[in-house]
């Protein structure tokens, strides 16, 4: 019987592939459209005469695509995917003998292409994945032509979103507040174009009260080109340089008048590489000296203002030699602050013996072009080379040479453009030669180059490095050669700390130290609850952390109110409960249940929250039949404990009871004629006292010692004061009396 598997997977980053008599993992849904490339490497292949085994592919267009089969798989193969889709295809063998294998596959991110660095210009890119961006920028003088920034777009191979941008000098301009800058002979224009730009002007203005200082860079001119320097905007201004006069190149530079300054160029051949001319201005201010300037070099000065008295150095950059000036200038001349000679050049060396144990060769000229004619040599004692531009014409060569003589082995030799390379040689010595043909006319001129070099160990693969504790690593290759990547992983439980990719450098080093595994000690965030407010015992959510939630004002918690971090072995930890919910009361409140017959509630309402109880009572001469109180149960709807009490008559207690509420009237009664009879003796009494002392006051106040405020005269008439008690009022019968006096 013959077996057939095959199966395709893009969800999980990594897992294993056994033979069909073994368990498969990571089988996953095909899903496409997301930027992945997918890596299998082989960790044992023994399999029987017959059965088949292939890695299979998708390209770009979709047809199948058959990365490696049986006869080609060993232990330690690495098999990429060009695109997003990797299948594995296994056929047992007819006579029924079964093999084994095991495949270990791992998910990578694709990206797009390292933009190409524009002529003149520069890109900065932070991430090569879908979503990155590449942002372009030309040097000073240069103008981008085309989108500033571009956009890894996501596909199953990533794209940028436009072509990248070009960096071209434009033919004249008009530059307000010119602090520093470039003004550039036009750049070619290629096909129809190439007969446009055949006069150029330039306005330049500076800041009030400023002047500008013109250095002229570069200026090779053809017989019949002419570059005017005018000291104004006018037609009359004062013509600072003329081409066409003849006269020496003032290279040293020219220094306007006034703020303002015009530039012309014309030419009869716009579209010449041969031709050209490149000058930098700055603005200064009266009274100082211009800031000085050196292409591929650095300078230090005593005074930032440069003022009279300043003193400049100047040094240049690897590759690149002090030319056609001193190193040290000084500002002189108080009425009239200038120079005291012109700034030097630092020029690409055009060969010679280079000892240190790393740098950088240079094409002659860079970043300009280099001339025709160049016969460079260099010596270098290492045994690594990796260049990053080599853009030379087709009659010029590049030669690398494995020694220190021109008849030793020849490793590489190179003409017009190259992608970048790598090589090493089998000496401690090394020699590169560069000619560029006499008749550059013919061919063009090329950009140049750029050639890094290091000394390396004689050793062709770095170090193993050891295994990790609780995880473990795969490699991409069975020898660690350079380039070669070792990939770690934890078991279930633990955390990665560290890279957790290390790769091969050149140097035969790897890129960052080895991490390792880390117990977890800590849970996920379980999250926040809707209509509920949270506290955390620990904000890292360590073993041990509690979290307590309560609901908010109108809401009540359904589930446990405090979830634990709960250790365990093995494993990750967890949260000792799910998460609770907070509902609304109405949703799980018990409606209330009603009255039984001839009884009533005690604090009676609508709702009842899951946990309150309503108590019963029976009116007079009833009694209460049932469970007294009864309680709201939490549930689904939520529901009472027990059913309504009822409420029986008692005709034994209700006859008693009749007759002692007869008794107690009776005694209330006699009780109520006694304090009535009583009252109205004391006030009988009362009024006869209050009648004497009235008429002693009034018959016999001249015979009296007393001095009452009465007894004065006042503006009032006599009140003459009758009293009187009329119905005197009670009532009897329980406990409510009621009495009346008036006076």
């Known amino acids: 019987m013959v077996k057939i598997l095959t199966f395709n997977f893009t969800v999980m980053l990594y897992g294993y592939i056994y033979s069909f008599n073994h368990q498969i993992l990571g089988i996953n849904p095909f899903i496409r459209g997301i930027s992945i490339s997918i890596g299998v490497s082989v960790k044992?292949?023994?399999?029987?005469?017959?059965?088949?085994?292939?890695?299979?592919?998708?390209?770009?267009?979709?047809?199948?695509?058959v990365l490696a089969n049986q006869t080609l798989l060993v232990e330690g193969q690495v098999i990429r995917s060009p695109t997003n889709t990797l299948s594995v295809f296994y056929r047992s063998s007819p006579e029924g003998g079964v093999g084994i294998f095991q495949l270990h596959y791992q998910i990578f991110r694709l990206g797009c292409a390292l933009p190409r660095r524009p002529h003149f210009g520069e890109v900065s890119v932070k991430d090569l994945h879908p979503g990155g961006m590449a942002h372009f920028q030309c040097h000073m003088g240069y103008h981008l032509q085309g989108d500033a920034t571009l956009t890894c777009l996501n596909a199953?191979?990533?794209?940028?979103?436009?072509?990248?941008?070009?960096?071209?000098?434009?033919?004249?301009?008009?530059?307000?507040?010119?602090?520093?800058?470039?003004?550039?002979?036009?750049?070619?224009?290629?096909?129809?174009?190439?007969?446009?730009?055949?006069?150029?002007?330039?306005?330049?203005?500076?800041?009030?009260?400023?002047?500008?200082?013109?250095?002229?860079?570069?200026?090779?001119?053809?017989?019949?080109?002419?570059?005017?320097?005018?000291?104004?905007?006018?037609?009359?201004?004062?013509?600072?340089?003329d081409s066409g006069r003849g006269g020496p190149i003032p290279f040293e530079g020219v220094i306007s008048e006034g703020p303002a300054v015009r530039v012309q160029f014309i030419t009869d051949q716009p579209n010449s590489h041969n031709t050209g001319f490149n000058i930098r201005y700055e603005a200064f201010e009266r009274g100082h000296c211009y800031e000085p300037y050196i292409q591929n070099g650095n300078f230090s000065t005593t005074d930032p203002t440069y003022g009279v008295g300043t003193v400049v150095q100047f040094t240049c950059d690897p590759g690149h030699s002090l030319e056609q000036g001193p190193p040290v200038i000084e500002c002189i001349n108080?009425?009239?602050?200038?120079?005291?000679?012109?700034?030097?050049?630092?020029?690409?060396?055009?060969?010679?013996?280079?000892?240190?144990?790393?740098?950088?060769?240079?094409?002659?000229?860079?970043?300009?072009?280099?001339?025709?004619?160049?016969?460079?040599?260099?010596?270098?004692?290492?045994?690594?080379?990796?260049?990053?531009?080599?853009?030379?014409?087709?009659?010029?060569?590049?030669?690398?040479?494995?020694?220190?003589?021109?008849?030793?082995?020849?490793?590489?030799?190179?003409?017009?453009?190259?992608?970048?390379?790598?090589?090493?040689?089998?000496?401690?010595?090394?020699?590169?030669?560069?000619?560029?043909?006499?008749?550059?006319?013919?061919?063009?001129?090329?950009?140049?180059?750029?050639?890094?070099?290091?000394?390396?160990?004689?050793?062709?693969?770095?170090?193993?490095?050891?295994?990790?504790?609780?995880g473990w690593k795969t490699t991409s290759h069975v020898a660690l050669l350079r380039g070669a990547r070792i990939t770690y992983q934890c078991d279930p439980g633990y955390d990665l700390v560290g890279s957790e990719t290390l790769t091969c450098q050149v140097d035969l080093s790897w890129n960052t130290q080895p991490p390792f595994c880390e117990k977890i000690m800590y849970c996920t965030d379980p999250g926040h609850?809707?209509?509920?407010?949270?506290?955390?015992?620990?904000?890292?959510?360590?073993?041990?952390?509690?979290?307590?939630?309560?609901?908010?004002?109108?809401?009540?918690?359904?589930?446990?109110?405090?979830?634990?971090?709960?250790?365990?072995?093995?494993?990750?930890?967890?949260?000792?409960?799910?998460?609770?919910?907070?509902?609304?009361?109405?949703?799980?409140?018990?409606?209330?249940?009603?009255?039984?017959?001839?009884?009533?509630?005690?604090?009676?309402?609508?709702?009842?929250l899951p946990g309150e109880s309503v108590t019963f009572m029976c009116f007079q001469d009833y009694e209460l039949i049932g469970e007294m109180a009864i309680k709201c149960i939490l549930g689904n709807p939520s529901f009472w404990s027990g059913p309504l009490p009822l409420c029986r008559a008692n005709h034994e207690c209700s006859s008693s009871h009749a007759l002692e509420v007869a008794e107690a009237a009776a005694d209330s009664s006699f009780d109520g004629g006694s304090m009535a009879l009583a009252i109205f003796i004391l006030v009988l009494l009362?009024?006869?006292?209050?009648?004497?002392?009235?008429?002693?006051?009034?018959?016999?106040?001249?015979?009296?010692?007393?001095?009452?405020?009465?007894?004065?005269?006042?503006?009032?008439?006599?009140?003459?004061?009758?009293?009187?008690?009329?119905?005197?009022?009670?009532?009897?019968?329980?406990?409510?009396?009621?009495?009346?006096v008036s006076i």
């Open 156 to 241: 199953s191979l990533p794209v940028w979103s436009q072509h990248e941008p070009s960096c071209r000098a434009l033919c004249g301009g008009v530059v307000k507040n010119a602090t520093v800058g470039r003004v550039l002979s036009p750049s070619p224009h290629p096909g129809l174009n190439s007969t446009l730009d055949r006069s150029c002007s330039w306005s330049l203005e500076a800041p009030n009260g400023q002047r500008l200082h013109l250095h002229l860079e570069r200026m090779v001119l053809g017989p019949t080109d002419r570059l005017v320097l005018w000291s104004g905007l006018d037609a009359g201004s004062v013509v600072l340089f």
């Open 44 to 65: 044992s292949v023994n399999l029987s005469e017959g059965e088949q085994l292939s890695i299979r592919g998708v390209d770009e267009a979709g047809a199948l695509l």
């Open 529 to 608: 609850v809707e209509h509920s407010t949270r506290t955390l015992s620990d904000p890292k959510l360590l073993v041990g952390t509690t979290i307590q939630y309560s609901c908010i004002p109108g809401y009540i918690l359904q589930g446990g109110a405090t979830l634990t971090c709960y250790g365990r072995e093995p494993g990750t930890p967890v949260w000792t409960s799910r998460l609770p919910h907070c509902v609304s009361e109405e949703s799980v409140s018990c409606e209330n249940p009603g009255l039984p017959d001839n009884g009533y509630q005690i604090l009676s309402k609508r709702l009842y």
């Open 334 to 470: 108080t009425r009239d602050p200038y120079w005291n000679d012109t700034e030097p050049l630092c020029k690409a060396l055009c060969g010679g013996d280079l000892p240190g144990p790393g740098g950088v060769i240079l094409s002659p000229n860079w970043p300009e072009w280099y001339g025709e004619g160049e016969d460079c040599s260099w010596r270098i004692h290492v045994v690594l080379l990796e260049h990053s531009v080599l853009t030379i014409t087709a009659n010029d060569m590049l030669t690398i040479l494995d020694g220190d003589e021109v008849t030793t082995r020849i490793l590489g030799q190179f003409v017009g453009g190259t992608s970048p390379f790598k090589m090493s040689s089998s000496t401690p010595d090394l020699t590169i030669t560069f000619h560029s043909d006499p008749a550059g006319l013919v061919f063009g001129k090329g950009e140049g180059f750029i050639i890094n070099y290091m000394e390396v160990s004689h050793n062709d693969s770095c170090p193993d490095l050891p295994e990790i504790q609780n």
């Open 686 to 740: 009362v009024s006869v006292l209050l009648g004497g002392a009235y008429i002693y006051v009034t018959r016999c106040r001249y015979h009296s010692n007393l001095r009452l405020p009465l007894m004065y005269p006042h503006p009032y008439s006599q009140i003459t004061v009758e009293t009187e008690f009329d119905n005197p009022l009670y009532e009897t019968g329980g406990d409510t009396r009621e009495y009346e």
